[in-house]
């Protein structure tokens, strides 16, 4: 229901005067003033400028459209025009992009964005459009952290039994079993109350997402483990694109491209402000965190990855200067 619901308002072409005006709906999990939002207004503003406001948009934003795995479905089928999501639930629809999620093998942002924006972005991007979905750009999340609400964690042993919230991700699953926590997937617009209940001990994810969520106002520590780095990418619906001209694909690319670049000056910006706006809030902040021990215990994660495609893909990112 709420697609079709959702497909009606993304499907509006509102007939002004000579020529037809189309809105495009972009949904994204996180606030309007997240990087997600930035990324998502630059979106809108870019397409309307560039089609001399032959489309318009606007933003469904903080998970009104459902998680971002219910998202990539209505992307699918065809009742989302537009989505700006992590690459978290993606590799369910797409194996491939798994090798993004690896934990511990992008070394720094510089090297994330290089290979994003290189030769192995464009081929994933590729691999995205053989699956019913459209990838028009590589959008940023940024590096994930570990927030909870028992006790600092510095070292593996730390995470023992701790009920970690993780994405919908086999390979960030893993990684964390391996680490010593009890990994438990949930969709993002769930995770907020489940830390508020004690469904879960605590989560990971970017500084971005903690500041952007309020997560102090139920989580006490955040170790800055940046154990993963977390991609994410600008999709759309191909029924929606393959009904446009090349001129309005065009369009959609640039615009696209556009969203990234704001995202990722957000990203930027907030990599630099957050952690203190996360100590102003109240939250204990820990910072010296040997990641070496967690690294040797995630390796296994490598497997659901490599035992299917082999290493070349983690041997050519590990490569990109
Ligand atoms: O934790 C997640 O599910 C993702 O990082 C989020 C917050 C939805 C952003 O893509």
Do not use: C
């Not at 007939?15 to 207004?41: C, E, F, N, R």
């Not at 690459?87 to 797409?94: A, E, I, K, R």
Request: proline share 4%; net charge negative.
């Amino acid at each position: 229901m709420k697609h079709f619901v959702t497909g009606l308002i993304a499907a509006a072409v509102l007939a002004t005067g000579a020529q037809a005006q189309q809105k495009i709906v972009v949904g994204h999990a996180l606030s309007p003033t997240s990087h997600y939002g930035v990324g998502a207004q630059a979106f809108i503003d870019t397409l309307t400028e560039l089609s001399g406001g032959t489309f318009t948009g606007e933003q469904a934003p903080a998970g009104q459209l459902g998680g971002e795995r219910d998202m990539i479905e209505g992307l699918q089928i065809g009742s989302l025009d537009l989505v700006i999501t992590s690459t978290g639930p993606l590799g369910n629809f797409v194996p491939e992009i798994f090798a993004l999620d690896l934990p511990f093998l992008f070394r720094d942002y510089d090297h994330a964005r290089a290979v994003l924006d290189g030769e192995i972005g464009q081929e994933l991007l590729a691999k995205i459009g053989e699956n019913n979905l459209v990838g028009l750009a590589w959008s940023e999340n940024g590096f994930r952290h570990i927030t909870n609400s028992q006790r600092p964690v510095t070292t593996p042993a730390d995470l023992d039994g701790l009920k970690l919230r993780t994405m919908e991700n086999k390979v960030h699953m893993t990684a964390f079993s391996g680490m010593g926590a009890a990994p438990t997937p949930m969709a993002f617009p769930e995770l907020f109350t489940a830390l508020q209940q004690g469904v879960v001990d605590g989560q990971e994810n970017p500084v971005t997402v903690i500041t952007a969520s309020k997560f102090w106002e139920v989580q006490k520590y955040v170790s800055l483990t940046g154990h993963v780095y977390s991609p994410a990418a600008v999709l759309a619906s191909p029924i929606l694109i393959d009904g446009l001209t090349e001129e309005q694909k065009g369009w959609f690319m640039e615009a696209a491209k556009a969203s990234a670049a704001a995202t990722r000056a957000e990203v930027n910006r907030l990599e630099e402000a957050g952690v203190a706006l996360l100590r102003e809030n109240g939250m204990e902040v820990i910072t010296d965190i040997d990641k070496a021990p967690f690294a040797a215990l995630a390796e296994a994660s490598y497997s659901v990855y490599t035992d299917q495609y082999g290493t070349e893909m983690v041997d050519r990112i590990k490569a990109v200067e």
